[in-house]
C-alpha cells in the first residue's frame, strides 16, 4: 500500500511508544515511530504502521490494517474489515460499519455469533481526510487524497480528491494534495481524458478524469 510520499525514511525511528493505560494484544504489531496514547485497545492481529499516531480512547479491531503516518484522533473504533492505507487521517469521532444488516439476536431469539454474519470490507486510500462526526458505511473506498466534510455520512465509493459533503454526502468540489478546493485551471475540454485542476494557494495541478468531474457538474 506505500506510495513513494510514505515509505519510511532510512533514519532511525524510535521504538513505538505507548501509555501504560493502552490496551495491547500481544500478537499486534506497531511499527517505530508510533505513538499510542491514553486507552488506546489494539486487538490481536491488527498491524500499525510506522509514525501513527493513536489518540485517546481509540479501538482497533482485530486484523485491522494501519498504514504508515496515519493519525487516528479521539475516540474512533476501526472495526474489523476496515483497512487505513498511508497518509489516512481520521478526525475524532468517526465511525467506521462493517454490517449491513446488523442483528444482536436470530429470529428464535439467540444470540448470534461470528458465524452468523460478513465482515464487509472498507478501504481508506492513501492521504484521505475525513474529518469529525462522519459516518462511513461499510463496503465503499474512499479515494486517494479526498475529503470527507464534518458530519457527512458516506453510502457509495469517492473519486480521488473529492469534496464529500452533507447527509447523504455528495461531491461538492475536489482538493489539492494539501486539502486545498480547487478550481478550474483553464475552460475544460470534455472530449479529454481529464480536467486540470489548480489549488490557486499552493498553485498545485491535479487532473481530475473528465468523468469524475461531470458527475460533480452534473453533465
Known sequence: MSDFRFSVTMKELPAPRIH??????PSATIGKGSLVWHQVQIREHSSIG???????GVYIDRGVTIGNRVKVQNHV???QGVTLEDGVFVGPNATFTND???RSVTRDGEL???NDWKV????IREGAAICANATVICGITIGKWAMIGAGAVITRDVPDHALMVGVPARIMGFVSYSGNRMVEDETPDLSKLTVRMRDLKSDEIVE??????QLWKKI
Open 20 to 25: 501504560p493505560s493502552a490496551d495491547i494484544d
Open 50 to 56: 510506522s509514525e501513527c499516531t493513536l489518540s485517546k
Open 77 to 79: 473504533s476501526i472495526y
Open 100 to 102: 449491513f444488516q446488523p
Open 112 to 114: 448470534r455469533t461470528e
Open 120 to 123: 464487509i470490507p472498507t478501504v
Open 208 to 213: 481530475i478524469p473528465t468523468e469524475t468531474y
